[in-house]
């Protein structure tokens, strides 16, 4: 590659990846194959990938696929949120606990990293949100007060089917973060095109919602919600999910799963119960929702 091209490559707009999904969210066999198909959906629209992981106690924003093959290969990563990601830094830096030195980024996370770093589009999966029970317990992701400290506008499949769906649209509401349906006027709900919410406006096409989020994040300073559904033959039949749901969550209680650990617990029973159709909608609507983010970073236009 000559000089040129590798400048013109690193100055292309970026957009952020998490690694929870990769280490945490599909098999081991499985994380390296999807980091090189997600990485050449974004370059091929004329972007840059930008995977964020903590190595070495160290936040990285630009995870190589080395370093990630390294965290596959090693210890298992602990999975970080904003409250913890600087006692894994620490904990390592300290010496008291080396095998805490890695971490896999949630979505709060990676968008600490990325506004870091002056990364403006994120592409997730689903959103972390309001558990079920809030009413007796209290119980809600860290991802959904990071869009009220962090400008980056955050392209999602609403969020998580698992979680209170509507409480989790009203406390975004609340927090004053913009929810955006881009070809949708509903909030998504992860496998589901519908959550049985509205969307704060609908944008049709990427130029138009670029030129949105730049003004919307540059007046607030805070994050934005692009909403994308999971494509349509990809969906997961309510009815099937809803039975499939039941059955994991009445494991997850069994197994005495709590707070951070209900959410894999869970994901890991449906993919089990649904024979891998649950894991399949999620790499589906993850590879559209990359899709979308370069699209959007692009007509954003800056590195």
């Known amino acids: 590659m000559s000089q040129n091209t590798a400048t013109w490559a690193y100055n292309r ?3 952020a990846l998490e690694t929870t999904l ?3 969210g599909v098999p081991p066999e499985q994380a390296l194959p999807m980091y090189d198909d997600l990485a050449a959906i974004v370059t091929a629209a004329g972007a840059q990938p930008r995977a964020m992981a903590v190595l070495d106690g160290r936040p990285i924003s630009d995870l190589s696929r080395c370093q990630l093959q390294a965290m596959l290969a090693g210890p298992s990563a602990s ?3 904003t409250s913890s990601m600087g006692v894994v830094a620490d904990a390592w830096w300290r010496g008291s606990s080396p095998s805490r030195g890695h971490g ?10 990325a506004a870091m770093a002056g990364i403006r589009v994120f592409a997730t999966g689903g959103l972390g949100g309001v558990h079920k029970g809030y009413g007796t317990h209290w119980d809600v992701s860290a991802d959904l007060y990071a869009f009220t400290r962090f400008p980056v506008a955050v392209v999602t499949s609403g969020c998580k089917s698992i979680l ?3 409480a989790t649209r009203e406390m975004l509401e609340t927090l004053g973060v913009p929810v955006i349906g881009y070809r949708t006027d509903s909030f998504p709900a992860f496998y589901t095109r519908d959550g049985g919410c509205g969307v704060d406006a609908k944008f049709d096409d990427a ?8 003004h919307e994040m540059a007046r607030t300073c805070r994050g934005v919600v692009i909403a994308n559904p999971i494509p349509e033959a990809d969906e997961i039949d309510p009815v099937k999910f809803a039975g499939w749901l039941a059955q994991a969550e009445a494991e997850a209680a069994a197994k005495g799963a709590m707070g951070r650990a209900v959410t894999p617990a869970v994901l890991g029973a449906l993919h089990r119960l649904s024979g891998g159709a649950t894991l399949r909608a999620n790499i589906a609507l993850v590879r559209h929702n990359v899709a979308v983010a370069a699209e959007v970073a692009v007509a954003i236009g800056e590195p």
């Open 207 to 214: 130029a138009t919602l670029a030129t949105f989020v730049r």
């Open 79 to 81: 999975k970080i949120n």
């Open 104 to 113: 896999a980024t949630t979505v709060s996370t990676t968008m600490e990293m």
């Open 164 to 166: 209170d769906v509507q």
């Open 22 to 24: 990769l280490l945490h």
């Open 13 to 15: 707009p970026r957009v």
